[in-house]
C-alpha cells in the first residue's frame, strides 16, 4: 500500500512512522509512506501557506493555491480519494478503517489553523474525518492515527493476522480482560476458567466479559451490535 501525506510538519512523522510496527512495514515494502511538505508549493519567497479569512474572523485559512499545486503533483491522474482531517469530519471507526485498508492507495490532507479553503472541496474528491469529538493543535496527529489504523490490515504487517480481527471494536464490542504470568500477583488471581484448559467454556467466558464490559463502559455501542441469541442469553446470565 502507498501512503501519501501533504503537510506543514513533515518532520512531525519521523519518530511515530519510524518505529515500532509501521516502521517495520516500511523497511520491508510493505507499506510506502511518502511525504509532502505542502510549502514547498507556496510560489512567494516566504513559503505562505495561511491567509485572514475572508469576512473577518480571528486565525488564518490554509491557502487553496499551494495546496492545490501540492494536490495536482502528488495525484498526477489518479483518481485516489483525498481524507482530510478536521474536527468536523466523520468519526474514524474500525470499519471504515477495514474498508480503507483495501485501497492500494491513500492521501491524506493535514488539516490545519481554522480550517482549509472551502473550494478544496470542490475541486477534489475528498473525505473529511476526525479521529474525537475534541480539538488537536493540527491534523498530523490524526494523520498517524488512521496510518497506524489501517497499516494492521496490510497483509504481513502484523506477526499473526489473526490479531486484527479480534481487536477492539472488530465485532461491534469491546475486547474482553486478558492475562497473563504469574497466576498469582499481590493477591490478585488470573480467573480460574482461563487456567482450566476447556477452551469452549473459555471461549464463553471471554463472550460474556466482553458483553459485560461494552455494557459498562459503552452501552452505545451494545445497543447497535448485532446480538446472537447465546449473546443475549450470556447477558442474561450476567444479571441473574
Not at 501525506?5 to 516502521?23: C, H, N, Q, R, W
Request: charge should be negative; proline fraction near 6%.
Amino acid at each position: 500500500m502507498r501512503i501519501d501525506i501533504l503537510t506543514l510538519f513533515p518532520a512531525m512523522f519521523a519518530g511515530p512512522l519510524g518505529e515500532s510496527m509501521v516502521g517495520r512495514a516500511r523497511q520491508q515494502g510493505l507499506i510506502d509512506i511518502r511525504l509532502w511538505d505542502i510549502r514547498e508549493f507556496a510560489t512567494d519567497k516566504h513559503r505562505t501557506v495561511d491567509d485572514t479569512p475572508y469576512g473577518g474572523g480571528p486565525g488564518m485559512v490554509m491557502k487553496i493555491e499551494p495546496l492545490a499545486a501540492c494536490l495536482d503533483h502528488v495525484l498526477g491522474d489518479d483518481e485516489t480519494p483525498v481524507l482530510v482531517t478536521s474536527p468536523q469530519g466523520q468519526l474514524l471507526t474500525q470499519k471504515r478503517v477495514t474498508e480503507l485498508a483495501a485501497y492500494r492507495r491513500l492521501l491524506v490532507v493535514c488539516g490545519h489553523y481554522e480550517g482549509i479553503d472551502e473550494r478544496l472541496h470542490c475541486l477534489y474528491n475528498t473525505e473529511e474525518f476526525s479521529i474525537g469529538d475534541y480539538v488537536v493543535t493540527g491534523g498530523e496527529l490524526p494523520a498517524m492515527v488512521l496510518v497506524d489504523a489501517v497499516s494492521r490490515f496490510v497483509p504481513g504487517v502484523l506477526g499473526q493476522p489473526e490479531s486484527a480481527t479480534s481487536d477492539c471494536f472488530a465485532d461491534g464490542l469491546l475486547k474482553h480482560p486478558n492475562y497473563s504470568k504469574p497466576e498469582l500477583f499481590r493477591g490478585a488471581r488470573v480467573p480460574s476458567v482461563l487456567l482450566s484448559g476447556h477452551h469452549e467454556e473459555i471461549r464463553r467466558w471471554r463472550r460474556q466479559q466482553s458483553l459485560l464490559r461494552t455494557a459498562c463502559r459503552r452501552p452505545d455501542l451494545l445497543a447497535l451490535a448485532q446480538l446472537t441469541d447465546e449473546d443475549r442469553q450470556l447477558l442474561k446470565d450476567i444479571c441473574l
